[in-house]
C-alpha cells in the first residue's frame, strides 16, 4: 500500500486501534500475526519488535507505536541518527487516551501527527516541545515558508535554548528587508526575551546570550564572531541577471557572478533566482550555472522585455540587434520584482546585474508588464493549482510543465509528489503531505507559502478541479474574505482519471455522462443514492470516483444495483485502476457480471448509458438515441409513387429491421404486460420491465436474464433510453401519465386500455411463406382483429395461430 506512516501494534485492543488510525490515517498497520483475524485490513509480523521497528524505520516517514513509551524508547534508541533524516515518532497507549510525540516533533511533524490522531480518538497530544508547550517560534521552523535557510554552522540548539530559558536574544534583520522583519516580529511576539538591534554589531554585546542574524550581505567577519551563539538566516533574496554570448562556458559565468557578488557585498547563497532572456533559454551554461547553485533559471519572454521602457536602464548592445532594452538589468528587476542593487557589470562575453527580490510583485512569466513592478504593502506570491493528469507524463500539459518549471516550492500529497519528481530541479522546496485526505492542511499551508511572496504549485492527480485541491483552496479563501489576489490565484487543467480510462476504452462516453463521488466522508450516502438514481434514469453515461476502500466497502455494489434496476444486464461497464501508470490494469465486462472487488481508491468505474456496446475489447456510445432500426415499407406499398400526406393514416404495416437495436419498456407486470413482453422477445427487442409486481412468467423471465425488472411503480425517469413505451398497467390515471411522458420525450407509446392516448398500435400479425399478413382496427377493436388474422391463416391453410402475440421474426407496427 501507499502510505507514508505505519501504526505498529503489539497487543490485541491496540491492534483493533491500529485498523481504526489507519482507516482514517490512510496509513500502513502492522500487527502481530496472532491477531490478524482480529485485524484483516492489517499486515501481520512474525518478527520479534525490534525487528518489526528497524524494517519499518527506513521505509516510512512516521511511525505510530501503540505501545508503553519504555518499549518504545528502547525499541527506537539503536536507530537514531539526526534529526534532520529521522522519522517522526508517536507513541499512544491502546486506548488512545495519550498521545505523545516522541521523536521530530517539529522538523518530521510527528506534533502535528499527534494531534491529528487524539482528535481521532478522542485523547489528549501531550506535546513536550517547550516552543510548542510556551508558545515560541520554533527556530529550526522560522521562515522555512518563506524560504530562509540556516546556514550550516549556526549554533541552532544554543540559540533556541536561550530564547526558552528567557536568556536575551538579540535579533537584526537587514533593513532592506522590511516584509522578513514583519515575519520575525509576528512569530516572535511571544517571545519577552527578544530583543531587536538596528546594528549586527551590537550583537556581539556580552548581555546578548544569542544571536539571530538576517541579511543577504557578507558578514563573514562578523560572523566569525557571532557563530557560538548565533543563528543566521539565508534570505533567497537576491535575483541575478544575466545575458551572455552563444557557448559562454559555465565556469566562466560563474566566475562573473562571484565577482559582481563580491565587489556589491552580497552573500552567493542568497540567490534566490537567474534570470535570462527566452532567446538565451536553452544557453547551456546559463542552464548548468543554475543547476550548480540550485536556483530557478526564470526565463522572461522577449515580448515581456519589449513592454519595458529603455530609458531605464543601462545602455545594452540587445536595443540594436533584438530591439530589447537589455538582458541583464530588466530580467534581473522583472524575476525579482524590486529596485536593481547592482547595474549591469559586462565582462568579456556576459553581463551580470542583480536586483532584489520582492516576493511581492512577483507575476507569472507570461504577463506583459508595461514597467517595472512598485513594492507592494504586504508579499504575495502566486499560488498555482497543477492537475498532473493520470499518472505518466506524457500526458502532462505544456501549461502544467511550465508551472512546475517556474515554482519555488511545489507541494502535493507523497504519491503525486513521486510521480511529478523526474520534472523537479534540485533548486525547489518540495513540501510533500503524508496523508491523502488533509486536503484542508495542505490547501492552508499552501496558500500561506505563497503569501509569503514564493511562488508555489499545489499538484493534484488528474484535474485539479475535479475531486482534488482546486475546491479546499477556494473554500479557504473564501472565508478568509479573498479579493482575488494575496496570493494570486491560477488554476492548469489536466486530463482526469475518466478521460484517460475513456480513450483506453475507444470511445465510451459519445453522449450525455455526469461524474459521482461515491465517498461519503463529506457527502451523506441518501444524497448520493439520490443523484445515482437521477443519473440511472435519466441514461446518463456515469463515471463513478472514490469507488471503495477498506472503511467503504459496500457503497459500489449499491451503486451497481441502481443501475441495474435501470440498464440493461449486458450494459458495458469498466474498471480502471492506475490508467497510464506502470500498473494500469483496465477490466471490461457487463453490468450483470461487475464484480465491486475489482475496484479501490485508485479505480475509476465507466458505466454504460442503454445505447452503449462492447466492440471487441473496447467500449462505445452512440452519439445520440437514432432511430438505429431501419424502417422500410412493405411490398405492398413499394410501387405507389405518390408521397404520403401528412396527417393521413397509412394502410400497410412498417417493418422495423434489426429490432436488436432498439429498447422498449413495458410499465405493468399483469397479463396484459406479459403478452406484450413475449411478443417483443419474440421479436428481438430488449425489454424492461416497471411494475412492482409480476406474473409468474415475467419474474422467471427476469431470473433468466432475459428482461431488466425495475421493480417500483412508475416514475417519470423510467421512460429514458426507451425507444417504444407501453403502458400496461391496470390504474387508468398512471396509463394517462405515461402517454403524456412519452409524449413529451418523443418516446412512441402505446396504451392499452385508450388507444387513442397513444402514437402506435400492435397489430394482429402472421407471417408465413415470405407472406406478412398484419390486421388492424386502427386500435378500436383489436380483439376483432385477432379474430380476422386467425381466420386468414385457416383459410391460407397455417391452422391456429397464437392470437394478439407477435410470434414473427420482424416486428409489424402500423402507424
Excluded at 485485524?39 to 508503553?68: G, K, Q
Excluded at 509576528?186 to 526575551?193: I, L, S
Aim: charged share 20%.
Amino acid at each position: 500500500m501507499n502510505a507514508d506512516t505505519v501504526i505498529i501494534a503489539v497487543t490485541r485492543a491496540g491492534a483493533r486501534l491500529a485498523v481504526r488510525l489507519a482507516a482514517e490515517l490512510r496509513a500502513a498497520a502492522h500487527v502481530p500475526a496472532k491477531f490478524a483475524a482480529e485485524a484483516p485490513d492489517a499486515t501481520p509480523y512474525t518478527a520479534t519488535l525490534l525487528d518489526e521497528v528497524r524494517t519499518c524505520w527506513s521505509n516510512y516517514r512516521a511511525l505510530v507505536l501503540i505501545m508503553a513509551s519504555g518499549i518504545a524508547v528502547r525499541a527506537i534508541a539503536p536507530l537514531i541518527a539526526r534529526k534532520t533524516i529521522d522519522p517522526a515518532v508517536v507513541v499512544l497507549d491502546e486506548s488512545g487516551g495519550f498521545v505523545i510525540p516522541l521523536l521530530g516533533g517539529h522538523q518530521a511533524g510527528a506534533n502535528d501527527l499527534a494531534r491529528r490522531i487524539a482528535v481521532i480518538t478522542g485523547g489528549q497530544a501531550a506535546i513536550t516541545t517547550a516552543s510548542d508547550t510556551r508558545g515560541l517560534p520554533a527556530l529550526d521552523l522560522l521562515g522555512r515558508d518563506s524560504g530562509l535557510r540556516i546556514a550550516d554552522d549556526s549554533a541552532l540548539t544554543h540559540a533556541m535554548a536561550c530564547l526558552v530559558n528567557g536568556d536575551l536574544v538579540g535579533c537584526f534583520v537587514d533593513p532592506a528587508l522590511p516584509d522578513t522583519r514583519r515575519l520575525m516580529i509576528d512569530h516572535g511576539a511571544d517571545c519577552p526575551n527578544l530583543e531587536y538591534v538596528d546594528d549586527p554589531v551590537s550583537l556581539t554585546d556580552p548581555r546578548f546570550a544569542a544571536a539571530i542574524l538576517v541579511t543577504h550581505r557578507q558578514i563573514d567577519d562578523l560572523w566569525q564572531a557571532l557563530r557560538v551563539k548565533g543563528v543566521r538566516y539565508l534570505p533567497p533574496v537576491l535575483a541575478v541577471g544575466i545575458g551572455c554570448r552563444r557557448g559562454t562556458p559555465v565556469d566562466e559565468l560563474h566566475a562573473a557572478l562571484h565577482v559582481t557578488l563580491a565587489d556589491a557585498g552580497l552573500d552567493p547563497r542568497c540567490i534566490g533566482v537567474i534570470a535570462t532572456a527566452d532567446i538565451k533559454a536553452d544557453e547551456a551554461g546559463l542552464v548548468a550555472l543554475a543547476g550548480q547553485l540550485n536556483v530557478p533559471l526564470h526565463v522572461v519572454s522577449c515580448s515581456e522585455l519589449a513592454a519595458l521602457d529603455a530609458a531605464r536602464f543601462s545602455p545594452s548592445a540587445a536595443l540594436t540587434h533584438f530591439d530589447l532594452p537589455g538582458v541583464a538589468e530588466p530580467c534581473a528587476v522583472i524575476a525579482g520584482g524590486g529596485d536593481l542593487l547592482v547595474p549591469k557589470r559586462a565582462f568579456q562575453r556576459c553581463t551580470v546585474a542583480v536586483a532584489l527580490r520582492n516576493h511581492a510583485t512577483h507575476q507569472p512569466s507570461n504577463v506583459v508588464t508595461s514597467s517595472p513592478a512598485l513594492p507592494a504593502a504586504h508579499p504575495s506570491g502566486v499560488l498555482t493549482l497543477v492537475g498532473i493528469g493520470p499518472g505518466d507524463l506524457s500526458h502532462l500539459t505544456y501549461a502544467a510543465h511550465a508551472a512546475l518549471r517556474d515554482a519555488d516550492v511545489v507541494a502535493g500529497y507523497r504519491v503525486y509528489i513521486d510521480l511529478i519528481r523526474p520534472l523537479l530541479q534540485s533548486w525547489q522546496e518540495v513540501i510533500v503531505a503524508p496523508a491523502m485526505g488533509d486536503e484542508i492542511g495542505r490547501a492552508r499551508q499552501a496558500i500561506a507559502v505563497a503569501r509569503s511572496g514564493r511562488r508555489v504549485a499545489l499538484i493534484s492527480s488528474g484535474d485539479a478541479g475535479i475531486y482534488a485541491m482546486a475546491a479546499p483552496v477556494f473554500e479557504i479563501l473564501r472565508d478568509e474574505g479573498w479579493t482575488g489576489d494575496h496570493p494570486v490565484v491560477d488554476v492548469v487543467p489536466g486530463i482526469s482519471a475518466f478521460q484517460a480510462l475513456a480513450a483506453r476504452l475507444g470511445a465510451p462516453i459519445g453522449h450525455d455522462m455526469c461524474i459521482i463521488s461515491l465517498s461519503d466522508l463529506l457527502t451523506p450516502w441518501d444524497v448520493i443514492e439520490r443523484r445515482l438514481r437521477a443519473a440511472a434514469q435519466a441514461d446518463f453515461i456515469v463515471a463513478l470516483y472514490n469507488p471503495r476502500s477498506r472503511g467503504r466497502d459496500w457503497q459500489l455494489d449499491a451503486a451497481l444495483n441502481i443501475m441495474r434496476t435501470h440498464r440493461p444486464p449486458t450494459t458495458p461497464v469498466a474498471f480502471g485502476r492506475n490508467v497510464t501508470r506502470t500498473d494500469e490494469h483496465v477490466t471490461l465486462t457487463t453490468l450483470a457480471a461487475a464484480d465491486p472487488s475489482c475496484a479501490d481508491m485508485f479505480t475509476v468505474v465507466l458505466i454504460g448509458n442503454s445505447q452503449s456496446y462492447i466492440l471487441g475489447d473496447r467500449m462505445a456510445t452512440p452519439r445520440g438515441y437514432a432511430r438505429k432500426g431501419q424502417v422500410i415499407l412493405e411490398e405492398a406499398a413499394a410501387d405507389r409513387h405518390d408521397a404520403p400526406i401528412p396527417g393521413t393514416q397509412r394502410d400497410y404495416p412498417v417493418t422495423l429491421i434489426n429490432p436488436g437495436n432498439l429498447s422498449a419498456v413495458v410499465i405493468g407486470g399483469g397479463a396484459v404486460g406479459e403478452r406484450k413482453v413475449r411478443g417483443l422477445l419474440n421479436a428481438g427487442i430488449p425489454v424492461r420491465l416497471v411494475s412492482p409486481t409480476a406474473t409468474p412468467h415475467l419474474a422467471a423471465w427476469a431470473d433468466a436474464g432475459l428482461i431488466v425488472w425495475i421493480r417500483h411503480e412508475y416514475e417519470p425517469g423510467d421512460l429514458a433510453g426507451a425507444w417504444l413505451a407501453f403502458a400496461a398497467t391496470d390504474r387508468r390515471e398512471v396509463n394517462a401519465q405515461i402517454a403524456r411522458d412519452a409524449a413529451a420525450t418523443g418516446i412512441l407509446c402505446n396504451v392499452v386500455d385508450a388507444p387513442e392516448e397513444g402514437s402506435f398500435h400492435v397489430p394482429a400479425v402472421h407471417r408465413s411463406g415470405g407472406i406478412t399478413i398484419a390486421v388492424s382496427s386502427g386500435g378500436a377493436a383489436p380483439a376483432r382483429a385477432v379474430a380476422l388474422r386467425n381466420a386468414l391463416a385457416q383459410w391460407l391453410g397455417e391452422g391456429e395461430v397464437e392470437g394478439g402475440t407477435l410470434n414473427v421474426e420482424r416486428w409489424n407496427v402500423e402507424h
